[in-house]
Structure formats: structure tokens, C-alpha cells
């Protein structure tokens, strides 16, 4: 089994930044690749960035400018640095984890198995 867990959501004002983290523990070798999502209330979710264990990202383009993913493969650790945040980040943002084989990795949430409990962030205008 995989277990993931995230931290570092919060409050903060419009233009102010985050940073998440996503650590992954039990059988890691199952994953070849983590990612980041984010739901808000209603909507589907939506996949925001993803990086492979050899550093290939993929970011989306709603936030390409803004958001950055990194990971510390030794700590089995992503991390989701965000910046410029803005009222429509809002949400709750996931980290996933699986093996996939889509060059970028992929934004799709069908391709990841494995799932945290979410963090919540929250951007006030």
C-alpha cells in the first residue's frame, strides 16, 4: 500500500503564496510519478501540476506562471510552490501518486491509484 499526506494549506490573501507538501510512505515503489489536484465545491477536479521520479513536469496552463512543482526524491517528498494566488485557487488541493507512462505526466486524475486526504486552501480577495 501507498499512504500519502499532505500539508502546508492555509488562509492567505490574494497575491500571497503557499507551499505544499506531499509525503508518501509504505510501498513507494509503486509510483513512478505524483501529482497535484484540486476540487472545489461542485466542480470536477481539476489537475494542476505533475512531476516524474526523473524530474519531467508538467504544469497546467491556468497556473504555469504562478505554480511550481519539485519534489526531494529522497525524502519521497513533492512539493507545490504557489505564488501570486488568487481568490479562484481556492479549493482543496490533492496529492496522487502511480505509475504512468504519458510524456509530460499527465494531468489526468484516472491515472493516478493512490490519493492523500487533501489540504485546504483558501485565498481571500
Known amino acids: 500500500q501507498v499512504q500519502l499526506v499532505e500539508s502546508g494549506g492555509g488562509s492567505v490573501q490574494a497575491g500571497g503564496s503557499l507551499r505544499l507538501s506531499c509525503v508518501v510512505s509504505?510501498?513507494?515503489?509503486?509510483?513512478?510519478?505524483m501529482a497535484w489536484f484540486r476540487q472545489v465545491s461542485g466542480k470536477e477536479r481539476e489537475g494542476v501540476a505533475a512531476?516524474?521520479?526523473?524530474?519531467?513536469?508538467n504544469v497546467a496552463n491556468s497556473v504555469k506562471d504562478r505554480f511550481t512543482i519539485s519534489q526531494d526524491i529522497a525524502k519521497n517528498t513533492s512539493f507545490l510552490q504557489m505564488n501570486s494566488l488568487k481568490a479562484e485557487d481556492s479549493g482543496m488541493y490533492y496529492c496522487?501518486?502511480?505509475?504512468?507512462?504519458?510524456?509530460?505526466?499527465?494531468?489526468?486524475?484516472?491515472?493516478?491509484?493512490?490519493w492523500g486526504q487533501g489540504t485546504q486552501v483558501t485565498v481571500s480577495s
Open positions: 496522487a501518486a502511480g505509475v504512468v507512462r504519458w510524456l509530460p505526466p499527465p494531468l489526468d486524475q484516472n491515472q493516478y491509484n493512490y
Open positions: 509504505g510501498d513507494t515503489w509503486r509510483r513512478n510519478a
Open positions: 512531476i516524474y521520479d526523473h524530474g519531467t513536469t
